[in-house]
């Protein structure tokens, strides 16, 4: 079987202009690809609204490389600024096209007031200016990425790069963004194992030494398995060792990268898009609405030695007035508790619970989130309580929500330590009801935390005391009716749903969820909550977040917007206040709560904590009604559901998609019919594309016959149909073999026009 070589022959003539690349546009392809999906993932993220740009900017910054890569009558220094000028100009239309409907001067104003917010050191509000960066970013990325190939030489370099943008998104997503992370790598190996070639192939022209014309596509193919191979075994290793140490060292509060997270969220606030989060700002009021549609995008991340998948508090409420929770102002306490400084306990039975939580789009407000009633925090907090102490050596009473000024920021990290009870549902049924033992409760904490809004009260029907009575007629313990309610939401044909009437004007919301039997957790938990105070039980309102999912690759939990919640709880005299879950759907509170190395003195009979912290005036900022900010929470997924994530399909992913498909698509070509001969293979080649052009081989026609027939179709060809049909029909019967010199021009002329052909014949078919 013939096989030509390459020599040191003259080199191959290309364009008849210095941007014909040397490398081959199967490089400069993967050069494409390994940018546009980098900058695919960022727009998949939904960062701020208007990411639809990137493209274009990326586009023009790779062209802009590549064409200061290949000029060579310019010095390079002088060459940059000039296309540097010219990228970052076009970024800013972009930006103003986009975000100030094309008023490039409200756009400059937006970026001087930036400038002096960065100089003052506080923090910025303007979504324009992160677009701006995100347009300048991805232009830059283009630009530095055809230059490091392409003039540097350095492929290497192009790469990690953009590895480095890829991972620093691919750590902020929500959802399951692996197939950019599997196409990068591809795309990042192939582009080197294929530059490390054409360089070999350069030397050995260079030298005079011979090799197989085809020998750029079968390393090519052997470079593609043996990338596929490496892929899979990095998926097959353990994902789970972690340094402590190093992990510290990288996201600890204190460390570098922290530190630059932090100057970042303080520089760029990102408020657009998918990433509005004041929908879950707690804090304020809880007004219960109809229908709810919480953001679907990532909140925080936390890692904790707890494994009873505890939920996240932020705020308590103890007075509803039948349409909307608050709290009660008369009475409120509050503690300066500085960094690292712990809290007395509410009670004696308990285990300390250590929770780092990374912060990704920090809702608006002052909020800070623990897993249960607050032990200590790394940053300096503002506790609230309710003032009603426990007994007479208490004047604290029980946290109702703990704040930091200033407010978290994208990136921060702190941890949190909690006290978790390790009750156990025996140790709670032989706790006796306010009615059975009155000592037990303070009579302040009873008139707070079972009171009812006027339309209950005043009404001789009131249906949720009467539902209660029913649900927990054959129930003796406090803890058992509490259960008996949860049962019945479950067993009496209640349905979860965020989009529902919304409550009458003048409908008590716990009574209509009793008419209705739908709603979401803030109708499940406000419906609880009032029945348990119509049977004389301290109940309250609770909102956070739910525990998350769990992903094994990180051991952490992710928590999403759409995780707000809201749930109930019960004070139990000894223990605490003790979480219920009351929503349909979602899994109860298990009782006693596992939790790794308990530390609390859990041999001694529960009883008053000693020691609380002195009080100080309440702030007067705190809780106003006047401008709530807290939202109507409740579309929750359950405890457990694993968040899915599809692709988002932006302009950069789709070219860096059909940009893989075109070299897939070259790739089969060059390897069809790569067993045969020069000749042979040049004549099967032309059969299938003329079979696409419409002349179809007829089986008992001989090769002339088709040769003939193709040169009919298309008569400029026909000297080179002819030639390449004399070619083939010599070599398979002829007894000399023929020469096949100009073989190869012939093929690009017969195949050009073949493709042109084919091109006009796809619109006319059905």
Same mark, same amino acid.
């Given at each position: 079987?013939?096989?030509?070589?390459?020599?040191?022959?003259?080199?191959?003539?290309?364009?008849?202009?210095?941007?014909?690349?040397?490398?081959?546009?199967?490089?400069?392809?993967?050069?494409?690809?390994?940018?546009?999906?980098?900058?695919?993932?960022?727009?998949?993220?939904?960062?701020?609204?208007?990411?639809?740009?990137?493209?274009?900017?990326?586009?023009?910054?790779?062209?802009?490389?590549?064409?200061?890569?290949?000029?060579?009558?310019?010095?390079?220094?002088?060459?940059?600024?000039? @296309?540097?000028?010219?990228?970052?100009? %076009?970024?800013?239309?972009?930006?103003?096209?986009?975000?100030?409907?094309?008023?490039?001067?409200?756009?400059?104003?937006?970026?001087?007031?930036?400038?002096?917010? @960065?100089?003052?050191?506080?923090?910025?509000?303007?979504?324009?200016?992160?677009?701006? %960066?995100?347009a300048i970013l991805t232009m830059l990325l283009g630009y530095v990425s055809m230059w490091l190939i392409f003039r540097s030489r350095s492929p290497w370099l192009a790469a990690a790069a953009n590895g480095v943008v890829l991972l620093i998104n691919l750590n902020y997503a929500a959802d399951d963004k692996t197939i950019y992370a599997v196409i990068f790598l591809l795309t990042a190996l192939m582009l080197i194992v294929r530059f490390n070639l054409v360089e070999r192939m350069?030397?050995?022209?260079?030298?005079?030494?011979?090799?197989?014309?085809?020998?750029?596509?079968?390393?090519?193919?052997?470079?593609?398995?043996?990338?596929?191979?490496?892929?899979?075994?990095?998926?097959?290793?353990p994902s789970n060792l972690i340094n402590g140490q190093l992990q510290d060292l990288w996201s600890g509060p204190q460390s570098p990268w922290q530190g630059v997270q932090n100057t970042f969220g303080r520089l760029f606030h990102i408020d657009g898009g998918k990433s509005r989060l004041d929908r879950v700002a707690f804090g304020g009021d809880l007004s219960i609405q109809g229908s709810v549609n919480l953001p679907d995008i990532p909140v925080l991340?936390?890692?904790?030695?707890?494994?009873?998948?505890?939920?996240?508090?932020?705020?308590?409420?103890?007075?509803?007035?039948?349409?909307?929770?608050?709290?009660?102002?008369?009475?409120?306490?509050?503690?300066?508790?500085?960094?690292?400084?712990?809290?007395?306990?509410?009670?004696?039975?308990?285990?300390?619970?250590t929770a780092t939580i990374h912060i990704i789009n920090a809702p608006?407000?002052?909020?800070?989130?623990?897993?249960?009633?607050?032990?200590?925090?790394?940053?300096?907090?503002?506790?609230?309580?309710?003032?009603?102490?426990?007994?007479?050596?208490?004047?604290?009473?029980?946290?109702?929500?703990?704040?930091?000024?200033?407010?978290?920021?994208?990136?921060?990290?702190?941890?949190?330590?909690?006290?978790?009870?390790?009750?156990?549902?025996?140790?709670?049924?032989?706790?006796?009801?306010?009615?059975?033992?009155?000592?037990?409760?303070?009579?302040?904490?009873?008139?707070?935390?079972?009171?009812?809004?006027?339309?209950?009260?005043?009404?001789?029907?009131?249906?949720?005391?009467? @539902?209660?009575?029913?649900?927990?007629?054959?129930?003796?313990?406090?803890?058992?009716?509490?259960?008996?309610?949860?049962?019945?939401?479950?067993?009496?044909?209640?349905?979860?749903?965020?989009?529902?009437?919304?409550?009458?004007?003048?409908?008590?919301?716990?009574?209509?969820?009793?008419?209705?039997?739908?709603?979401?957790?803030?109708?499940?938990?406000?419906?609880?909550?009032?029945?348990?105070?119509?049977?004389?039980?301290p109940a309250r309102e609770v909102e956070g977040f739910i525990t998350g999912s769990f992903d094994v690759k990180t051991n952490s939990y992710s928590v999403m917007g759409t995780a707000a919640h809201a749930w109930v709880q019960v004070y139990f005299p000894g223990y605490g206040w003790i979480n219920f879950e009351p929503s349909v759907t979602f899994s109860d509170h298990a009782f006693p709560r596992p939790v790794k190395n308990p530390v609390g003195t859990t041999n001694e009979p529960p009883g008053p904590p000693k020691n609380r912290p002195n009080p100080t005036p309440k702030q007067p900022t705190h809780g106003t009604t006047t401008t709530p900010q807290a939202p109507v929470v409740g579309p929750a997924v359950g405890p457990g559901n694993a968040v899915v994530g599809a692709v988002t399909l932006s302009l950069s992913t789709l070219i860096a998609l059909l940009l893989l498909v075109a070299l897939a698509l070259a790739l089969w070509w060059r390897l069809l019919f790569r067993k045969f001969s020069p000749i042979s293979r040049t004549f099967a080649r032309m059969t299938v594309l003329g079979r696409l052009a419409g002349v179809r081989p007829r089986p008992a026609q001989t090769a002339a016959e088709y040769g003939a027939a193709l040169a009919a179709q298309i008569p400029d060809q026909r000297e080179e149909i002819a030639a390449i049909t004399e070619l083939y029909v010599r070599e398979r019967w002829a007894p000399d073999a023929p020469d096949p010199a100009t073989l190869s021009e012939r093929w690009r002329a017969v195949r050009d026009r073949l493709l042109r052909q084919i091109a006009r014949r796809v619109p006319r078919r059905p």
């Open positions: 079987m013939a096989t030509t070589t390459q020599t040191a022959a003259p080199p191959k003539r290309g364009l008849p202009f210095p941007l014909s690349p040397s490398e081959g546009w199967t490089t400069v392809i993967f050069a494409a690809v390994l940018v546009l999906i980098t900058v695919g993932c960022i727009q998949s993220l939904a960062w701020t609204a208007g990411s639809g740009i990137l493209t274009a900017t990326t586009l023009v910054g790779m062209l802009l490389g590549f064409i200061l890569a290949k000029q060579r009558r310019v010095p390079q220094w002088l060459a940059d600024i000039p @296309a540097l000028s010219l990228g970052i100009v %076009f970024a800013f239309y972009q930006t103003a096209q986009a975000d100030e409907g094309g008023h490039v001067g409200v756009l400059w104003r937006h970026l001087l007031a930036w400038s002096g917010t @960065a100089r003052a050191g506080t923090a910025s509000t303007d979504d324009a200016i992160f677009l701006l %960066f995100l350069r030397i050995w022209r260079s030298k005079g030494l011979r090799y197989p014309s085809e020998l750029s596509w079968d390393f090519m193919q052997a470079g593609v398995i043996f990338i596929i191979v490496v892929v899979i075994l990095a998926a097959t290793l991340t936390y890692t904790t030695n707890d494994i009873s998948n505890s939920y996240l508090q932020a705020v308590t409420f103890d007075h509803f007035d039948g349409h909307k929770w608050s709290q009660t102002q008369s009475g409120i306490k509050t503690f300066t508790l500085p960094a690292n400084t712990s809290l007395a306990p509410e009670t004696k039975d308990f285990s300390l619970v608006d407000g002052s909020g800070i989130y623990g897993l249960a009633e607050p032990d200590s925090f790394s940053l300096p907090t503002v506790i609230h309580s309710d003032g009603i102490g426990l007994d007479t050596q208490d004047a604290v009473g029980s946290y109702i929500d703990w704040q930091t000024q200033p407010p978290l920021k994208n990136g921060q990290v702190y941890q949190e330590v909690s006290y978790v009870s390790t009750a156990t549902a025996a140790d709670l049924r032989n706790v006796a009801a306010p009615d059975a033992r009155p000592d037990l409760y303070p009579s302040a904490l009873l008139a707070q935390y079972t009171q009812l809004p006027n339309d209950l009260k005043n009404d001789p029907n009131d249906p949720v005391r009467a @539902a209660a009575l029913s649900w927990t007629q054959d129930k003796t313990t406090m803890y058992d009716k509490l259960e008996g309610i949860i049962a019945h939401f479950v067993t009496d044909g209640f349905t979860y749903s965020t989009q529902n009437p919304d409550v009458p004007a003048g409908t008590d919301a716990a009574a209509f969820l009793l008419q209705q039997r739908t709603g979401y957790c803030t109708w499940f938990s406000t419906g609880m909550v009032m029945m348990a105070r119509e049977l004389g039980f």
